[in-house]
């Protein structure tokens, strides 16, 4: 099997270099020596276990991106980056017809998917890469568009806790919150509980000390109104390898996809899930 190019933008931020890590060690991709990455980036090079890889500055890119495609033909591209750059990267990605997925989160989706339909590529686009979280959000929204009203005169809370360096309110908690106002819980995204601090997240979450700088803890208690009822449902995830692993059946779906002919077409989670 042809090994699939891949670029990992956003180096040498933890998420987009533990994804090109395992890309490094997935015989069935090539790591790309190049990563688009942010101005506030001094380094030029980032060692990564024996491989070097250049650090492309914005003022650079432009430059740069037609010796990339033209060595690395074929390449695909992983946006790790800020979400402050991740709609102008997108803007980027299309004008220079590199398919890409996009696992940054707090974006712009609309705009995004509305440059890649207007584009020559396709993507993949999602706030959540990990595959059994979104499995569990589409069992959500099945249970939303099934049984609305299900959970009318229930209270609803929501807590969500991750990295300090986590700049935006959890994408999945948002979408979990809508399903369950479609269920009859009226409640805001501003509700939200978001905690980023760390000596809070260890001695009253629970967080293990070893995971406070990557991890992903989220709670939703439903209360009926006369206290009688309560449900939970909490799923807590210690480190960024399974955003990683997602990350890279994505890249193998988008893959197929390009083989196909697909064009202008923006994909989510959910048909990476359905691999149709």
């Not at 991740?86 to 017809?97: D, G, I, R, V």
């Not at 993949?124 to 959000?137: E, L």
């Amino acid at each position: 099997m042809q090994r699939i190019k891949l670029m990992v933008n956003g180096m040498p931020g933890n998420m987009a270099s533990i994804l090109a890590k395992h890309a490094l060690n997935d015989k069935r991709f090539e790591l790309a020596p190049y990563s688009l990455t942010g101005p506030e980036i001094t380094e030029t090079e980032y060692l990564l276990d024996s491989v070097t890889v250049r650090l492309i500055h914005p003022n650079e890119r432009a430059e740069l991106i037609e010796e990339i495609k033209r060595t690395q033909h074929g390449i695909i591209t992983a946006d790790y980056t800020h979400p402050s750059a991740a709609n102008a990267n997108a803007e980027f990605y299309c004008k220079n017809s590199l398919p890409f997925v996009m696992g940054t989160t707090g974006v712009d989706r609309k705009a995004i998917e509305n440059t890649v339909k207007a584009s020559d590529i396709p993507a993949v686009i999602s706030p959540n890469m990990a595959k059994q979280i979104v499995g569990f959000q589409a069992m959500m929204e099945y249970a939303a568009n099934t049984f609305p009203g299900l959970f009318e005169g229930y209270s609803l809370e929501v807590k969500e806790s991750h990295q300090k360096g986590k700049a935006d309110t959890s994408g999945t908690a948002k979408a979990i919150v809508g399903y369950f106002n479609r269920l009859g819980t009226p409640f805001s995204e501003e509700e939200i509980r978001k905690e980023r601090e760390p000596e809070v997240q260890k001695k009253v979450w629970g967080v293990p000390e070893a995971c406070l700088k990557g991890h992903a803890w989220h709670t939703y208690t439903l209360m009926s109104g006369d206290g009688t009822v309560k449900f939970e449902f909490t799923h807590n995830v210690n480190g960024r390898d399974v955003y990683a692993k997602g990350t890279l059946d994505a890249v193998l779906y988008l893959s197929q996809k390009i083989n196909e002919g697909a064009k202008g077409t923006v994909y989510s989670m959910i048909d990476v899930l359905k691999g149709v």
